[in-house]
């Protein structure tokens, strides 16, 4: 049974690279923002593009996480739901090749998508239609899904559902997981404050921000932000992008810079520095140590197209990462 276990919107990244941004500004989509839409308006985006650079991969938010997790050698698995359809077979496929253990449920309608779109400064922009991903049901999740788990790791995108958001937390938190919450986008905090403000103080253990996104849910500067609700959570961890992160604890804050790297999509950073940053904890290492993990993960997926790296690439983080436990 896996150790860290996942829960996210289980959906197919379409990454494709734009020129102008004034692409984003025909389709309504504000840089940098996940913008949910409909299955036609997904099609119509895809069409629009045709021509320009496509890539395709399993994606989400957390998945992307766990992804990072299994490639460093961690016993993983995921939670979601997909339609019954090739993008379906081809998520759970993913998962299988890299040894996650996928725990998906099928429904009649499509797999969810994201159209990512890479702006030339590297920025990336979703139009996301979620499709089966929010299909997820209470009943779907039960207490033995938690079994043999030590960390919960769950994205903000699943507001969408809330109960479902809730109990899942609530089980995990009750088997006694370390519950670790990514806010996700900061358009998404602003529509759910106070619910998010409840999650935390009940059942969060770990909360991961960007500097948008704990603006959005404290309307404060992202140090005071974190300090007001340390007293809530063991760590709030909160990414800044190309000033780095820091991590701050009931006892201190500390900041981490970043890795030097030539970034051209920054799509899966924040997901791949809650990888290491997860990674060293179960550890049992210190909060800078922790995030200077995720700085190298995320410091080298931005130099490449997408959230996943291959076996070359892990080859070499593995070993980089590795020599830090000491």
Wanted: charged fraction near 25%.
């Amino acid at each position: 049974m896996a150790k860290v276990l996942g829960m996210g919107n289980a959906l197919v990244d379409i990454i494709t690279r734009i020129e102008d941004d004034a692409v984003l500004d025909n389709f309504g989509l504000p840089k940098g923002s996940m913008t949910l839409v409909d299955l036609d308006t997904s099609n119509y985006i895809h069409a629009e593009t045709t021509g320009l650079p496509k890539s395709k991969a399993s994606g989400g938010s957390a998945a992307n996480t766990i992804h990072g997790l299994a490639h460093l050698g961690v016993e993983t698995g995921f939670v979601g739901s997909v339609g019954n359809d090739d993008m379906g077979r081809f998520f759970k496929k993913d998962m299988e090749v890299n040894k996650i253990n996928p725990i998906l449920f099928r429904t009649m309608n499509e797999t969810g998508r994201a159209m990512a779109l890479i702006s030339s400064d590297s920025e990336r922009t979703f139009a996301t239609y979620l499709g089966a991903a929010v299909d997820l049901t209470e009943d779907d999740i039960t207490h033995e899904i938690f079994e043999g788990c030590e960390y919960f790791y769950v994205e903000g995108y699943l507001v969408q559902h809330k109960e479902m958001f809730e109990k899942a937390m609530r089980l995990a938190s009750n088997a006694g997981l370390k519950v670790c919450l990514d806010l996700a986008s900061y358009n998404i905090v602003e529509a759910n404050i106070e619910f998010f403000q409840h999650l935390i103080s009940k059942y969060v253990d770990i909360l991961f921000a960007n500097e948008e996104e704990i603006r959005a849910l404290s309307g404060k500067s992202p140090e005071e932000g974190a300090v007001e609700i340390r007293d809530q959570v063991e760590l709030v961890v909160i990414k800044m992008g190309a000033e780095g992160s820091f991590c701050v604890s009931r006892e201190d804050m500390v900041r981490i810079g970043v890795r030097p790297s030539n970034p051209i999509d920054t799509t899966g950073a924040g997901d791949l520095y809650a990888a290491g940053f997860i990674y060293g904890h179960m550890k049992g290492l210190s909060p800078e140590t922790c995030g200077k993990m995720g700085a190298i993960l995320a410091g080298r997926v931005i130099e490449l197209i997408g959230a996943k790296m291959d076996e070359s690439h892990w080859e070499n983080l593995r070993r980089e990462i590795y020599s830090m436990e000491g």
